[in-house]
């Protein structure tokens, strides 16, 4: 989905920020490796429901990680709350 933008409304001094979808030079395999991580402390803390799935929990993590990106910036590529992520 590399280039498609998402609109979203957010009060900065009257501006609209546009946040955009881009592709991250990641091995599926990481992404993997912390899916399961994440997967199996949701399930020794007995936390079965979260707003994004632990794939894309990980994806979420990595890119903040890696593009240093805020945290509003990566809750609105993910459609989620500054909370959530």
């Known amino acids: 989905m590399e280039g498609s933008s998402t609109k979203i409304n957010l009060s900065t001094r009257g501006f609209e920020l546009l946040f955009y ?7 599926s395999r990481t992404v993997s490796y912390l899916s399961d991580l994440i997967r199996r402390h949701r399930e020794k803390i ?4 979260r707003r994004l799935n632990p794939g894309q929990q990980a ?6 990680l890696r593009k240093d990106e805020t945290l509003t910036e990566v809750a609105a590529g993910f459609g989620v709350g ?3 992520a």
Do not use: F, K, Q
């Open 21 to 27: 979808r881009a592709a991250l030079p990641l091995s």
């Open 46 to 49: 007995r936390s079965p429901w």
């Open 59 to 64: 994806l979420l993590v990595l890119v903040h």
């Open 82 to 84: 500054v909370a959530t």
